[in-house]
């Protein structure tokens, strides 16, 4: 992220990262700041507050693991759903 801001002459103040979504939420409520984030992690803005779609970015990747020797119709089935889902998204 920090060379396509770069790339794009942009220099952002990086104050605090966090991995929990919702301090970011907290950062905006408050006026201290705006998080940068991949969509799904906002699958929907809070009232009040606007979601901005950044361009630019490579599609993000995402892998499901799972043992071997577990294939439990119950594992197959939630890859099998997250795989569409995935496929619905696009």
């Known amino acids: 992220m920090l060379a396509r801001f770069a790339g794009a002459n942009v220099k952002p103040t990086i104050v ?12 905006v409520d408050l006026g201290l ?35 071997e020797r577990k294939r439990s119709p119950l594992v197959l089935d939630f890859i099998e759903l997250a795989i569409e889902e995935a496929r619905r998204t696009q």
């Open 33 to 67: 700041g705006s998080p940068l984030s991949a969509a799904y992690v906002f699958a929907s803005a809070p009232d009040s507050r606007v979601p901005c779609p950044v361009d630019g970015f490579e599609p993000l990747v995402v892998k499901i693991f799972f043992r």
């Open 16 to 27: 605090y990262e966090t991995t929990q979504s919702q301090i970011g939420i907290a950062f």
